[in-house]
């Protein structure tokens, strides 16, 4: 059985960083893509930064040049820069296998002076 485990939110001041940490916990399987999304209430949502198995990573417009995805083996960190209120959300890690999706519990990211 596979779990996430997350861990890194918390409160920030807007232009400050945050980094997230996921850790994939359980057997060895194929990753083929993980990544974070973030949610807020009464919006949908939304990607914010994913990696491939082949290195290839996608960002959210909106945070494109502010955040920074990066990866070991058996974790994901979402390093967050230069952050803005509307950055406040929580945020998800999320890995896509063959057949399954799995995601972690989340974690809550408030941005506020």
């Known amino acids: 059985q596979v779990q996430l485990v997350e861990s890194g939110g918390g409160l920030v001041q807007p232009g400050g960083s945050l980094r997230l940490s996921c850790a994939v916990v359980?057997?060895?399987?194929?990753?083929?893509?993980i990544g974070w999304y973030r949610q807020v209430p009464g919006k949908q949502r939304e990607l914010v930064a994913a990696?491939?198995?082949?290195?290839s990573e996608n960002y959210a417009d909106s945070v494109k040049g502010r955040f920074t995805i990066s990866r070991t083996k058996n974790t994901v960190y979402l390093q967050m820069n230069s952050l803005k209120p509307e950055d406040t959300a929580v945020y998800l890690c999320?890995?896509?296998?063959?057949?399954?999706?799995?995601w972690g519990q989340g974690t809550q990211v408030t941005v506020s002076s």
């Open positions: 999320n890995v896509k296998v063959l057949k399954d999706d799995f």
């Open positions: 990696v491939t198995s082949g290195g």
């Open positions: 359980g057997t060895i399987f194929r990753i083929n893509t």
